[in-house]
């Protein structure tokens, strides 16, 4: 029997078994496998085979098991194709003694880690690692209109300005599919970050002015608007979002609008301790208020922010290290949108390998470690997304320190044995979730949405779904400068988790609104004028408003015009919840909403009636017409 044959059996006997959900997926085809005698098929394959089956129409297309045989699922469940590139090696400003340097790779990655792997092999060029990205992702069958873009490596402010524009402009240019002004980078740029700082300085400063030889920034610059206006008018693959990595101190009022220009939407912001001995020992080069600082501008700018906090530091305690982490959520200058936890690891090339062997620092026991944070994530708040837990340094690279690979799978199901549940956003989104509507047990009524708005039964119906409502739900909470509100749209899961509030367990699509403090009332707010202000001088469009930081619906990301039935993508939830943040803007007095919208979407917002000025897209509210007025 050919390995066509083969695989297209496999998938048959598949098919016939019905599996209704991804781990059910991966169980059948280790059983049909076994059956078989033969070994698994990669899911590449599989999916090949299938396809063909449905070309000569032996089978029928099913879009779930298309879902359930591409590689890497999980990364479109969020509603969002993932693409992450990485900048060419460059210095970075900081020191920090975990931070692993490595000749040919930007600051704190590794060539092991697969991401980076695959940057290096396309010398750091932006155009490629994008184009690369979408090819791979089409032939794993996952849709790539909407993507959600990560710039990785050192720290991004740090590059200089027109580098961190072309890198930008030739993003864009690939997700629009445009070849023109193609300048890859040559080998002489795709030089190591050793030597010195001003070595590598002055090294990078010839190198980027070799870049568009004939092109100044300001060329650059109006080259990557009419990429932009491209991308949100007419490119197959929408950047709907941009996240850039950097450091607090490198956040100014000036970096924010170079930021802005470039589409950013979202910053991955270090911070590892908030606890100034700690900083200082580990050499991170910044403060705690340096930190928050950098947060309330950011903040005041309407981007969202993922803080990265490091547990197992030289200098502390699983104690202190959940004490830490609770005032992230309990202290108004932190309350970040979205968490990575990254335990520390000691890496050879890192000075703190050094204090390993000279038993300077010892990281703390595996078992201490888990415990920790699982404490940490029962105390993360619903509006809080832990995006990542430990880093994909791959086990041969770490010296000490955590090991696990699978550690957010192991500690989910420690804490499901003691009846204990993560109610971060991630956990409960309504792809991460074990039961949601497509693999429900059968029987289950459709839930609804507020406006009774009903979501459609499962495919044929043998899949039940939930019990409930979906119910409009508003979190409020302070923060440094601004009222936060998360307006969130949940159903109560069938997973029978623990929880506080089970009518919550699962999120279909959350929006957040900042309602800033009003300068002249608030004593709080008076030293933090004129940074506000200098703020509101370099984008004068978001003077006086308040601010959609972020709308997301879950569910299996759809191409744009397709229909599905099972997913909550495009069911007027959004629309929803950006009318409730316009009446909760309106009841707070302020008469003009802006959204930090990614580039992509901005066509959504320009139909609910929002216009692009500057780089936001801005309505101005009506003000409500009270009757009395109006009879009079
Ligand atoms: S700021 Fe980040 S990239 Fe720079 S040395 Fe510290 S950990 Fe490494
Ligand atoms: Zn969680």
Known sequence: MTNKENFENIILEIIKRNPSSKAEFDDTRRKVCGKLKTTQPSNRDLLQSYQNLVKKKRVKADKQLEFFMRKAGIRTLSGVAIVTSLTKPYACPGKCIYCPSEARMPKSYLSSEPAAARALGLAFDPYEQMTKRIDMLKKSSHPTDKIEYIIKGGSWNFYPLKYQYWFILRSFQAANGRRRHCHPERPAERQGVEGSLSEAQKRDSSITDSFHSSSTRNDIVKELQKEQSYNDKKARHKIIGLILETRPDLITPESIYHMRQMGCTRIELGLQAPDDKILKLTKRGHTVQQFKDAMFLLRQAGFKVDLHFMPDLPGTTPKHDVEMYKMLFSDPGFKPDMVKIYPCTVIKSAPLYKWLKTKKYKPYPEKKLFEAIIEMKTATPRYCRISRLIRDIPTPDIEAGNMITNLREYLATEMKKRGLSCECLRCREVGHQANTPSDLPAGRQAPTLLGGERLPPSKGGTRGVLSTKVKLFIDKYETIGGTEYFLSFCARGASALGGEDKKREVVFAFLRLRIPK????????????????????????????????????YGQLLNIGTHSKKDSQHKGMGKKLVQEAEKITKQNGFEKLAVISGVGVRGYYRKLGYRKNGTYMIKTLQKTVSLRETKR
Do not use: G
């Not at 709080?524 to 004028?529: D, P, V």
């Not at 004068?540 to 601010?547: C, D, L, R, V, Y």
């Open 518 to 553: 009003e300068l002249s009332t608030s004593p709080l707010l008076y030293k933090e004028r004129d940074r506000v202000r200098s703020i509101t001088d370099k984008l004068p469009e978001i003077k006086n408003s308040a601010f959609i930081r972020e709308l997301h619906t």
